[in-house]
């Protein structure tokens, strides 16, 4: 089973500046890394899908890369609304496995 | 639009078994596959096992095999995940979530998630 760890656990951040969070799988996962934003109280929401492709109605401040085992989001201009868990996800390799989560939170 | 609307929160017994529906709308069924996921307390994310909606074919993630049950009503619209054999460990809040295709494992759309807790 494909580990997946992100980190920083937790990221604090000012409104305006960029948040960078980090993915690294225990094994090659190609490009089939998933990013997902949760926020309090809500269900996941798919954010990129393959390593760096915007899913529908994200904004282009959302982004995404990397390959292999080493994947980076990056959020830019932070706004309150950014506030949420987010989520690695590879769907390389059965079972799909999901990673343990930033929190980002806005100072 | 698509969505996914679960079923309510349940309180069940240790031993007990426990069934969440998940009604679609916004789509054909049988065109996209079903995952479930599930989300104990303060914790990550932790897969279940899926349904291809279109051949009626499951997968179980080995730590779920022999207590979970995926099934599908295609004239109703609906996905259900059974769990047996509750624990309490097993208190979660469980979610559907559909498959962008028909076994992409790319989660576009979820549902809103059902609490399951598990006390004697």
């Known amino acids: 089973e494909f580990v997946l760890t992100q980190s920083p656990a937790t990221l604090s951040v000012s409104p305006g500046e960029t948040a960078v969070l980090s993915c690294r799988a225990s094994?090659?996962?190609?490009?089939?890394l998933v990013w997902y934003q949760q926020r309090p109280g809500q269900a996941p929401r798919l954010l990129i899908y393959d390593a760096s492709h915007r899913a529908t109605g994200i904004p282009a401040r959302f982004s995404g890369s990397g390959s292999g085992t080493d994947f980076t989001l990056t959020i830019s201009s932070l706004e309150p609304e950014d506030s949420a868990v987010y989520y690695c996800?590879?769907?390389?390799?059965?079972?799909?496995?999901f990673g343990g989560g930033t929190k980002v939170e806005l100072k | 639009q698509v969505q996914l609307v679960q079923s309510g929160a349940e309180v069940k017994k240790p031993g007990a078994s426990v069934t969440v529906s998940c009604k679609t709308s916004?789509?054909?069924?049988?065109?996209?596959?079903m995952h479930w996921v599930r989300q104990a307390p303060g914790q990550s994310l932790e897969y279940m096992g899926w349904i291809n909606a279109g051949k009626d074919i499951t997968k179980y993630s080995q730590k779920f095999q022999g207590r979970v049950t995926i099934t599908r009503d295609t004239s109703a619209s609906v996905v259900f995940m059974e769990l047996s054999s509750l624990r309490p460990e097993d208190s979660a809040v469980y979610y559907c979530a559909r498959d962008g295709g028909l076994g992409s494992f790319l989660l576009d759309f979820w549902g809103q998630g059902t609490l399951v807790t598990v006390s004697s």
């Open positions: 916004g789509y054909i069924l049988t065109k996209n596959a």
């Open positions: 094994q090659s996962v190609s490009s089939y």
């Open positions: 996800q590879q769907r390389n390799s059965w079972p799909p496995t």
